[in-house]
């Protein structure tokens, strides 16, 4: 079981009472495409994906460069969820 990441590695989003800042927003949604791609990478390499079979040093630099991969794909749009997510929640910050 891996340990839990300090609390200042934990995204907050904080809401102000106009709502959520739209960068915050953006932010956030970047960080949940990139964890979602980051899990399909993962699922990949532990089927037998990718890089074939390798040991665990070689696991270890497997996961690590799939946590970067994931984060600049989110970055540079990625599957185009973080945009998605945003839109929607400026749409109903928006509404209220």
Not at 9 to 26: I, Q, Y
Not at 33 to 41: P, S, V
Not at 57 to 72: F, I, K, N, P
């Amino acid at each position: 079981m891996s340990p839990l990441p300090p609390t200042s590695a934990v995204p907050t989003l904080s809401v102000a009472s106009d709502g959520p800042k739209p960068t915050k927003v953006r932010d956030a949604a970047q960080q949940f495409e990139a964890l979602l791609i980051g899990q399909i990478l993962r699922s990949v390499r532990e089927s037998g994906g990718w890089l074939g079979s390798s040991d665990s040093s070689a696991d270890c630099a497997a996961e690590y460069a799939e946590q970067q991969l994931s984060a600049v794909l989110a970055q540079r749009g990625g599957l185009g969820l973080s945009d998605l997510i945003a839109s929607g929640l400026d749409r109903e910050s928006k509404s209220r």
